[in-house]
């Protein structure tokens, strides 16, 4: 009886050692994550993954951006008066804090995305 037991708890035993060896590959050399994207962003169709990673990653990018707008604005409005010496009329500046909008002399609002710049 006592051999059996004893045959059993060596194989449970080479089962772990086995398990936990497998498991330090899997951290080490990455098995079983060939093939996935070191991004969290698929540029085929343009879309971020629907996991935290991705959740993240469009999170940093959304941040990024707004503080580029944020940035852009500054700068017009410490380097540009409100008033144009040479034409006489107003200059157009950036409004909101999201800097999504601007309004121009004429004092209508105009979506950002839509302004072309020359």
Do not use: C
């Not at 050692?17 to 994207?37: A, C, V």
């Amino acid at each position: 009886m006592q051999r059996d037991i004893n045959r059993w708890e060596y194989m449970e035993k080479q089962d772990n050692d086995q398990e936990s060896r497998n498991e330090k590959m899997r951290l080490k050399y990455k098995i079983g994550l060939k093939g996935n994207g070191s991004a969290a962003y698929n540029v085929i169709n343009m879309e971020y993954e629907h996991s935290p990673k991705g959740n993240t990653l469009k999170g940093v990018e959304q941040m990024k951006s707004q503080r580029a707008v944020l940035r852009g604005q500054f700068i017009q409005q410490a380097n540009h008066p409100a008033y144009d010496p040479i034409n006489g009329s107003s200059r157009e500046h950036m409004q909101g804090a999201s800097g999504a909008y601007i309004q121009k002399g004429n004092g209508n609002m105009t979506p950002y995305l839509d302004i072309q710049i020359a």
